[in-house]
């Protein structure tokens, strides 16, 4: 079944087509065309954030999982996760936490 950026793709190619041909594009359909430009670009950022909430929500379950499994070593563990640039950048600034204990607050 077609989705909405497949509709989009033919609004847009139709109206190109229309252009091509010497027909004129109403002031009508180029404000819809935008609306709906619009509106698919509103529902892709809401899918953006959806998909990085579930990502971090998981990243934080494995973490936890971790920590449970690695007793004495959760510390180097920890200390390597926070060095990482690559995952600093993906994942965001750490918690933060009190002075001296290690746990977020």
């Not at 990502?55 to 070593?73: I, N, P």
Request: proline share 5%.
């Amino acid at each position: 079944m077609p989705g909405i950026d497949d509709l989009a793709a033919l609004v847009v190619r139709r109206c190109y087509e229309r252009l091509e041909a010497g027909a004129i594009v109403s002031a009508h359909d180029v404000v819809a065309l935008l609306k709906l430009a619009r509106e698919i670009e509103h529902d892709a950022a809401r899918q953006d954030a959806g998909n990085d909430a579930r990502w971090q929500a998981t990243l934080r379950e494995v973490l936890w999982l971790a920590r449970s499994h690695l007793g004495e070593g959760w510390p180097a563990f920890a200390a390597d996760m926070r060095a990482s640039t690559g995952l600093a950048a993906m994942w965001g600034p750490p918690p933060h936490t009190r002075a001296g204990d290690g746990k977020s607050r």
